[in-house]
């Protein structure tokens, strides 16, 4: 199964923005890479996914690199609301079209 | 309206019990997924249905059987519970399921399982 390597932790400022990065450098061809986020006591959340474009969104922005081995979750102004675990996952025929979760990366927002 | 509802929130329970979780979504979706997120919180697939047909079937110990009266439903029962079954248990639900790469699943709150 394709797998994702994110920080354990990372910790950020309010109105500050926020890179979460990812690697997937065995991402098979038309994986799709998802973004959730789960915040306290709450289920996993989506955020955004894309294929090999650059995508935005409401919540997010997502930068992926022109390989494909790694990702970028941009939240351009955190708020304390944004403290969350971030997880980065594959959705594909690498992942048996399983969305499967690793640690995922836990975001302090300071006030 | 919840999208995706599950009940109850809390279950605490003694080793050896049977017990159900149930879960609704009323999003109109294809597809259900039964998650596990243990102590160490990794959150795990077990099983997904989609039009009440499984689709995906985890190393689940078959204490666990998973029953979809329709495709709005997915219910999780478990017997004999253990104590190594404690965890929150998570449904979810998607549009169409099966081989799609693009879609986005949708979570319930979660049932925080204790089993004593």
């Known amino acids: 199964d394709a797998k994702t390597t994110q920080p354990n932790s990372m910790e950020s400022n309010e109105e500050e923005p926020v890179h979460l990065p990812c690697n997937h450098s065995t991402i098979s061809g038309t994986d799709y890479i998802h973004w959730y986020r789960q915040l306290p006591s709450q289920g996993p959340e989506y955020v955004i996914h894309?294929?090999?474009s650059n995508v935005n969104n409401r919540m997010a922005s997502l930068a992926i690199a022109e390989d494909r081995k790694s990702s970028t979750l941009i939240l351009h102004r955190a708020t304390l609301r944004d403290a969350a675990v971030y997880y980065c996952?594959?959705?594909?025929?690498?992942?048996?079209?399983?969305?499967?979760f690793g640690k995922g990366t836990l975001l302090t927002v300071n006030p | 309206d919840t999208a995706v509802s599950q009940t109850p929130k809390y279950l605490v329970t003694q080793m050896g019990n049977d017990k159900s979780i149930k879960c609704e979504q009323n999003?109109?979706?294809?597809?259900m997924y039964w998650y596990k997120q243990d102590s160490k919180k990794f959150l795990k697939i077990m099983f997904s249905y989609n039009n009440k047909e499984l689709i995906i079937n985890e190393t689940v110990p078959n204490r666990f059987s998973p029953k979809s009266p329709d495709k709005a439903h997915l219910n999780l029962h478990i017997n004999s519970l253990e104590l190594g079954d404690s965890a929150v248990y998570f449904c979810?639900?998607?549009?169409?399921?099966?081989?799609?790469?693009?879609?986005?699943?949708?979570f319930g709150s979660g049932t925080q399982l204790s089993v004593l």
């Open positions: 999003l109109g979706h294809d597809t």
């Open positions: 894309g294929l090999t």
């Open positions: 996952t594959l959705l594909g025929p690498g992942s048996n079209y399983k969305l499967t």
């Open positions: 979810a639900s998607s549009q169409e399921g099966g081989a799609i790469s693009n879609e986005k699943l949708f």
